[in-house]
């Protein structure tokens, strides 16, 4: 009984850290690294709290839905402009990238969003 009582406390304080990290999730960020992966320009992404994401990939825009509950992603297919880009820099493997991301989480000022065999970084930015 002890030990039930002693694991409640942590087990309510994991919850709360959980869902701050959730609401501290939505925000507008500018890409610092795809990791293992060139990509040129700053691109850009926006996480509504409706589960809304928008933002500006190498060449081309995108818009899209989190169809999970953050901190889970479940970003899908999103929907891109159609550009005639004069370099591929690093396009589609950003997108690649974008689409198997599966969680996200925040570091301070930066989110790392994370899936099987990549994380991507962002910084915080002021709209």
Not at 5 to 31: H, K, Q, R, S, W
Not at 48 to 58: C, F, I, K, L, N
Not at 63 to 76: F, H, V
Request: net charge negative.
């Amino acid at each position: 009984m002890r030990t039930i009582l002693l694991a409640l406390p942590l087990a309510l304080a994991a919850c709360v850290m959980e869902a701050e990290t959730g609401a501290a999730i939505p925000g507008d960020y500018a890409l610092v690294a795809v990791e293992g992966v060139a990509v040129s320009g700053v691109p850009t992404l926006r996480i509504a709290e409706d589960g809304a994401v928008s933002g500006q990939g190498p060449c081309n825009s995108f818009t899209g839905r989190n169809r999970a509950t953050l901190p889970a992603l479940d970003l899908g297919a999103l929907a891109t402009t159609r550009r005639a880009c004069l370099q591929e820099g690093g396009e589609h493997a950003f997108f690649q990238a974008l689409a198997a991301v599966r969680e996200a989480r925040r570091d301070g000022d930066a989110l790392v969003m994370t899936g099987p065999d990549v994380t991507i970084r962002w910084k915080a930015v002021t709209p």
